[in-house]
């Protein structure tokens, strides 16, 4: 194995435009610092099932880095989205009957649908489609009447995966959703960066327990705040939910304190509460004490910008240590975490962690130290130390613990 420094390196990723201009080739660049081993990841065989994707993809330049003029990329309008559904459905004219569609995921992202198309996939290709386990509408411009109309005919298919984020969905938008979600196969429900409230919330929590719902995520809606989070715990410990994304849903000590006091009895091993930030310090140690020491399902922790501050992260500290502290993977970024935090994680060396971000937080040299002396004797395999404040002595500390770390394991550090 070869040890791999990437800081001046540019991937690019595979997505690429030409510019009607100049013919030139644009890419979206990504950069990467990191030290890591150089082993390669095999490539995912096929799995040998239709996938049917028009999504636009983003980020990508608005200007030719060449010749400087802006770069106008192709999109489906209305008239486009009918004939590109009729075509999928086998359909030319209404009265024609449909063949059976050979699709198992359908991604038609970011493509300015309304509901005229919304109904066409509801009532001409999802009857046809007996395979497709995978629907991704999101970011189109759907109005409450369309979802009602997707809502009634969803549960005679397979479908386990649903986006709909991003569509601007109310809590009325919602509630025909929700009464229909028992009847369904879904297992994956995404409702992120939509308007719902904790009205919408109270709408949708009675029926999860009787779905088969295992990953919800319901983040970027604002109006959920300390209410709908404490609705949605009320029925958290009878529902299939494992993983559970609140991000940046505007709640609080008191919306965490009511979903702590359930956690241990759900099923939730993956949990997303980042920008969140009146959560506070108070809020973490409360989460710490009373939720994840006994909390032994729980894997992963998401909790960017928070306000966790040092006391926050000394709290999550003291509880890595307890056997039945089960946590793998661990988010701090963006948290005000000095010295005085990383000095608390070096005390426990991590704990089973494997996946520990501390990025965006004040560490200096002396933090940063301490952090890799408990990197070299700890599991993890990944640290991300990104935008920090130490200089080249932390970077040789890094640097020197990747040296160490990686004669008994594959590993990876970022700054």
């Known amino acids: 194995?070869?040890?791999?420094?990437?800081?001046?390196?540019?991937?690019?990723?595979?997505?690429?435009?030409?510019?009607?201009?100049?013919?030139?080739?644009?890419?979206?660049?990504?950069?990467?610092?990191?030290?890591?081993?150089?082993?390669?990841?095999?490539?995912?065989?096929?799995?040998?099932?239709?996938?049917?994707?028009?999504?636009?993809?983003?980020?990508?330049?608005?200007?030719?880095?060449?010749?400087?003029?802006?770069?106008?990329?192709?999109?489906?309008?209305?008239?486009?989205?009918?004939?590109l559904l009729g075509r999928l459905s086998g359909i030319s004219k209404p009265s024609m009957n449909s063949k059976v569609l050979n699709l198992q995921a359908l991604n038609l992202n970011e493509n300015l649908l309304t509901d005229e198309s919304l109904e066409c996939i509801s009532t001409r290709i999802l009857p046809v489609s007996r395979g497709l386990l995978k629907l991704d509408l999101k970011g189109n411009q759907f109005t409450a009447?369309?979802?009602?109309?997707?809502?009634?005919?969803?549960?005679?298919?397979?479908?386990?995966?649903?986006?709909?984020?991003?569509?601007?969905?109310?809590?009325?938008?919602?509630?025909?959703?929700?009464?229909?979600?028992?009847?369904?196969?879904?297992?994956?429900?995404?409702?992120?960066?939509?308007?719902?409230?904790?009205?919408?919330?109270?709408?949708?929590?009675?029926?999860?327990?009787?779905?088969?719902?295992?990953?919800?995520?319901?983040?970027?809606?604002?109006?959920?705040?300390?209410?709908?989070?404490?609705?949605?715990?009320?029925?958290?410990?009878?529902?299939?939910?494992?993983?559970?994304?609140?991000?940046?849903?505007?709640?609080?000590?008191?919306?965490?304190?009511?979903?702590?006091?359930?956690?241990?009895?759900?099923?939730?091993?993956?949990?997303?509460?980042?920008?969140?930030?009146?959560?506070?310090?108070?809020?973490?140690?409360?989460?710490?004490?009373?939720?994840?020491?006994?909390?032994?399902?729980l894997t992963q922790l998401h909790i960017r910008a928070v306000n966790a501050l040092d006391a926050g992260c000394c709290a999550l500290a003291s509880v890595l240590a307890s056997p039945r502290c089960s946590l793998r993977v661990l988010d701090m970024r963006d948290n005000g975490i000095t010295n005085k935090g990383a000095f608390a994680l070096n005390g426990v060396g991590f704990g089973l962690l494997e996946t520990v971000k501390l990025g965006e937080n004040d560490i200096t040299d002396r933090g940063v130290e301490a952090l890799a002396s408990a990197f070299v004797r700890s599991r993890v395999v990944e640290l991300s130390l990104e935008d920090n404040k130490f200089s080249d002595v932390g970077v040789d500390a890094l640097v020197m613990a990747f040296e160490q770390a990686r004669r008994g394991r594959m590993v990876k550090i970022t700054w």
């Open 1 to 83: 194995m070869q040890l791999r420094n990437n800081a001046s390196r540019v991937n690019h990723t595979t997505r690429s435009n030409t510019c009607p201009n100049c013919c030139m080739p644009i890419y979206a660049p990504q950069a990467t610092k990191s030290l890591e081993d150089d082993v390669q990841t095999p490539q995912k065989e096929c799995e040998g099932f239709e996938s049917t994707y028009f999504s636009r993809q983003r980020p990508l330049p608005t200007k030719c880095p060449v010749c400087k003029n802006p770069i106008a990329y192709p999109q489906l309008n209305e008239n486009q989205s009918a004939v």
């Open 145 to 297: 009447d369309g979802v009602k109309v997707l809502a009634h005919h969803l549960p005679p298919t397979n479908i386990t995966h649903l986006n709909l984020s991003g569509i601007k969905l109310t809590d009325s938008g919602l509630q025909p959703l929700a009464r229909c979600l028992n009847l369904t196969s879904l297992r994956s429900l995404i409702l992120a960066d939509n308007l719902i409230t904790q009205s919408g919330i109270g709408s949708l929590a009675p029926y999860l327990p009787d779905t088969r719902i295992a990953v919800l995520d319901l983040g970027c809606n604002q109006g959920i705040r300390d209410q709908g989070l404490a609705g949605l715990s009320a029925v958290l410990s009878r529902t299939c939910i494992s993983e559970l994304i609140l991000a940046e849903c505007d709640f609080g000590f008191q919306g965490l304190q009511a979903l702590t006091k359930v956690l241990r009895k759900s099923r939730i091993s993956h949990l997303k509460i980042s920008r969140n930030r009146r959560i506070g310090d108070n809020g973490i140690k409360y989460l710490s004490e009373y939720g994840l020491k006994n909390c032994e399902q």
